[in-house]
């Protein structure tokens, strides 16, 4: 993301060439976490939702590129010696998606774990009967996207049958009384069992973020249930240090597992177990950016970076003003009194500490929100997609940057809303452009890049 939402394409290509030289041929996924150098080092399985990465840098980088010409490069495997096509990785991971779905539904299985590290399963077979909504998200959007750039004839009618059938699921079983579960345990008759929802007696935990944040992200979520979702992450969700991945702690039971693993077993309130883990505050301004609230956007944003950072979070204890934290921790002594002191967290009388630093592609995904959708300028081959959303704050902002088509001047007139495009002037002549859709709200405009000069833009949204 880093490298795509800067325009630099050509470090795109290598990078996706290397990591699908990593794919493991007999199950068409990827190790966990794999070495790049010379060092053969992998794990030995991954989570549920691993298999969506590549396909989704795929996906972009065909967008935005056009390079279709990478489908015919041959790549070796991770577990064998064998080489085949781009295509032919592609191929597999597609097949092993298909696989994933739980027999007589149209749901994708949870397998090994979601994004959520901690929230493993104990049981073993829960990794094939439990849904994480997240991961379906996930996996809708991947796939629908992919169908968009493929050429035709190259796999696109497969991702367009998956993808309409992770719709259908969604449409059909996700959303209940305007809450979308953690997570649905299919049990062998077939019916359902919906698990961290406010009704939930067996997990205690009510609330769960990344289903919410993926469903507008993705577009599965409709316009009024995009802004429920909203507003529920800030009753629920929110904390001054940024919003948490639930609403509450995993019940801990001095280490013994009854759920979820790692949940279950961390004496520690660090990184995921503190709920605050940073990338899922990155991936809810991307959410608010699609959505259209640029207040809730910004504000997100200003909570992950560290200057000045007492200014934003009162509560924050001192910490290290030039790295990127993966987590937001409360200072509680252990997991029993984080678990008794939640509502004082809530109120900001608790300290919050950085946790686990420098951590890798969270400045990359930080960076592409905004660039990409606070400022709305994001770069494709032959175009430049101009789509802000902006807080009342950033009024008449600036922004000066190149994408290899000399330096682009952008000024910002905010309307009463903040986002979209109302118009463009550009060196002072107002530009006649095509508007991008959104579900939501307005959308922004494409803007050929046909000319390496210099120019200066007035954006005006509504």
Known sequence: ELFSSTGHFEECRPLILDVYSHEIEKSGEWPQWFMLDKYAFAADDCHGDIVFWPLRILADYLKKSGDSAILNAVLPFQDSLEKSTLEKHMSLSLEAVERRFIPGTDFISYGGGDWDDTLQPADPTMKSRLVSPWT???????????????????????????????????????????????????????????????????????????????????????????????????????????????????????????????????????????????????????????????????????????????????????????????????????????????????????????????????????????????????PEKNALLIDPVLAPSLDESVVDVDFGYGLYHFHYHLGSKGYGVKAILLDGNELKLNRLENPYREGGVVYPLTEKNAHDFDVYTF
């Open 136 to 378: 379906q998200e996930l996996a809708y959007q991947t796939l629908k996207e992919l169908a968009s750039v493929l050429p035709a004839g190259h796999a696109k009618e497969e991702c367009l049958l998956l993808s309409a059938r992770l719709k259908k699921g969604y449409d059909e079983h996700f959303l209940d009384h305007g809450e979308i579960p953690g997570f649905l345990y299919v049990k062998e008759d077939g019916t359902l069992n919906r698990l961290v929802t406010s009704k939930d007696e067996t997990t205690g935990i009510h609330y769960r973020l990344l289903p919410y944040t993926r469903a507008i992200i993705s577009g599965l979520a409709s316009k009024e249930d995009a802004h429920a979702f909203s507003q529920l992450i800030s009753e629920k969700l929110a904390f001054p240090d940024g919003v948490r991945l639930m609403d509450r702690p995993a019940h801990y039971d001095g280490g013994v597992n009854h759920l979820f693993v790692r949940a279950e077993e961390a004496s520690n309130v660090g990184r995921e177990i503190s709920l605050c883990y940073i990338h899922a505050d990155i991936r809810y301004a991307e959410s608010m950016c699609r959505l259209g609230d640029g207040v809730k956007a910004l504000d997100a944003l200003k909570k992950i970076n560290p200057i000045n950072l007492d200014a934003i979070v009162k509560n924050a204890a001192p910490r290290q003003s030039n790295a990127y934290f993966s987590s937001s921790d409360p200072d509680f002594n252990d997991r029993y009194d984080f678990a008794k002191g939640i509502e004082k967290l809530r109120k900001g009388e608790v300290k919050v500490r950085g946790g686990w630093r420098v951590y890798s592609s969270g400045n990359g995904i930080y960076i592409a929100r905004l660039i990409g959708d606070l400022f709305g300028l994001k």
